[in-house]
């Protein structure tokens, strides 16, 4: 097993591609309509796309009118995604703890649970760092993140995929600060499985409230799914907070 930080192997695994985005788009797409509908948006407006992976969510922005940008660790990930580049739609491989622009960028997402997953507190706290930073004074950050009680109350211990014919037994668990996901692929291809093991922080609204603040970012509004519901501590599945920079 690599010495590397489970995320700096695991998110440039193509197993890593196959096990969470193996799905057609609509939902993804939907979600993203109505968010750019939300936030009033216009087409034209500068997006940064924080630890965008192979650019699904990118693309979908780009075919919207905006100008983006995706960042994201795994050159295996950026490479793929540079693939579909175009005019109004660029990718670079970058670190998100370390800074990236200034006042550049309309808006700001960070999508699925990409945040949260480095050792310590002040590692998290720079990439809001870099995202406050980035976005202009009156641009705004959206950032999808779990919800906590929620994720507690139903974790699946254990679970089995097949897909692709690729054998995937996921065993969750939790402590006081982070949750746990250990991630056992099967594949013929392999001469053994393939072992790594997700660590994601135990952040609250709370916590992102204080992160925010001290960057310079407010908090406008929090729902509790991808269909916009309202946020409930206790019932929501997600933790999906826009925050806006002050001027």
Not at 31 to 60: M, P, W, Y
Request: proline share 3%.
């Amino acid at each position: 097993m690599s010495d590397k930080p489970w995320y700096k192997e695991w998110f440039n695994s193509p197993y890593y591609h196959l096990l969470y985005f193996n799905r057609d788009e609509t939902e993804a797409k939907q979600f993203i309509t109505e968010l750019v509908k939300k936030l009033n948006a216009q087409a034209g407006d500068r997006v940064l796309d924080v630890a965008c992976g192979r650019g699904r969510h990118s693309r979908i922005l780009a075919s919207l009118g905006f100008d983006v940008i995706g960042i994201d660790l795994a050159p295996d990930s950026i490479r793929i995604a540079k693939e579909s580049e175009k005019e109004n739609l660029h990718f670079y491989q970058h670190d998100m703890r370390l800074p990236y622009s200034v006042n550049y960028f309309d808006y700001a997402f960070n999508f699925f649970t990409s945040f949260g997953y480095f050792r310590t507190r002040r590692e998290n706290e720079n990439v809001v760092r870099t995202i406050a930073d980035a976005i202009k004074h009156g641009g705004t950050l959206v950032m999808d993140y779990l919800n906590v009680q929620y994720a507690e109350s139903h974790l699946k211990s254990r679970e089995t995929k097949e897909i692709n014919g690729i054998q995937f037994f996921l065993t969750r668990w939790f402590d006081e600060n982070y949750f746990y996901k250990k991630v056992e692929v099967e594949d013929e291809a392999l001469s053994e499985p393939y072992v790594i093991t997700e660590q994601v922080s135990k952040f609250s609204l709370g916590d992102f409230n204080d992160m925010f603040a001290y960057h310079g970012l407010q908090m406008q509004e929090v729902y509790g799914d991808y269909q916009f519901g309202p946020y409930d501590v206790n019932k929501s599945p997600r933790l999906l907070m826009t925050a806006k920079k002050k001027d």
